[in-house]
């Protein structure tokens, strides 16, 4: 049972271009999570979702960022007019979720890099 | 919101001794208290859990204990060896619609041989 699959694991993207990172839950999960990591800090939580809805968006910027898990494929989360700023480890967690709160297990991430 | 505090930030043990490591939250609605373990360059695994409803939780040489008066819980790690170096991350939830992990900062765990 393959775990949480990040790609690309390493993305280096220029000032105003656009970044997609995405993420395939492990199998029987239908919950994702995407958390991003500052370097020397905590996971900040970004947004949570199931197929085809955004359960909860409430640390997500309001601006330049989106995500999405749709019926079929994995979740993708988009930043577009990437800044500095939005160099990080952008991780991704799934769940099989069916209420109560259950474990969460962590792909291997993505660390954007903007230059 | 929640918010979880994880204390000290860095902690050097010597090989075979015991690592405690507390973490708070103030959020008396959260349920579920995961550890994490993250390696350099790898994502947080998932090391150890612990619901509201019990006071402690063990795993071989990792326990989980829980004060939900306190608000409260603390990672122990006994007979510490090299590999367990890397950093422990607390976090809480309350589950549901409200599952998103609130995470403290981290601690650097470093086991001396």
């Known amino acids: 049972n393959a775990g949480v699959m990040q790609n690309p694991r390493h993305l280096v993207r220029r000032r105003g271009q656009e970044a997609r990172l995405r993420c395939s839950p492990m199998?029987?999960?239908?919950?994702v999570y995407w958390y991003r990591q500052l370097p020397e800090e905590g996971l900040k939580f970004m947004v949570y979702l199931q197929k085809e809805n955004i359960i909860d968006e409430s640390g997500m910027p309001k601006e330049r960022f989106s995500a999405e898990f749709p019926k079929e494929g994995p979740s993708i989360l988009r930043i577009q007019q990437v800044v500095r700023g939005d160099s990080a480890a952008y991780f991704c967690a799934s769940s099989p979720g069916s209420g109560g709160a259950t474990e969460a297990f962590f792909g291997q991430g993505t660390r954007l890099t903007v230059v | 919101g929640e918010n979880v505090e994880q204390h000290p930030s860095t902690l050097s043990v010597q090989e075979g001794d015991s690592a405690v490591i507390k973490c708070t939250y103030s959020?008396?609605?959260?349920?579920?208290f995961p550890w994490y373990k993250q390696e350099l360059g790898k994502g947080p695994q998932l090391i150890i859990d612990i619901r509201s409803n019990v006071g402690e939780k063990k795993d071989q040489r990792i326990a989980v204990t829980l004060n939900k008066t306190a608000k409260h819980f603390s990672l122990h790690i006994t007979e510490t060896q090299p590999e367990d170096s890397a950093v422990y991350f607390c976090?809480?939830?309350?589950?549901?619609?409200?599952?998103?992990?609130?995470f403290g900062k981290g601690i650097t765990l470093s086991v001396r041989p």
């Open positions: 199998k029987g999960h239908s919950h």
């Open positions: 976090a809480a939830s309350r589950g549901g619609a409200n599952s998103k992990l609130t």
């Open positions: 959020d008396s609605a959260s349920n579920y």
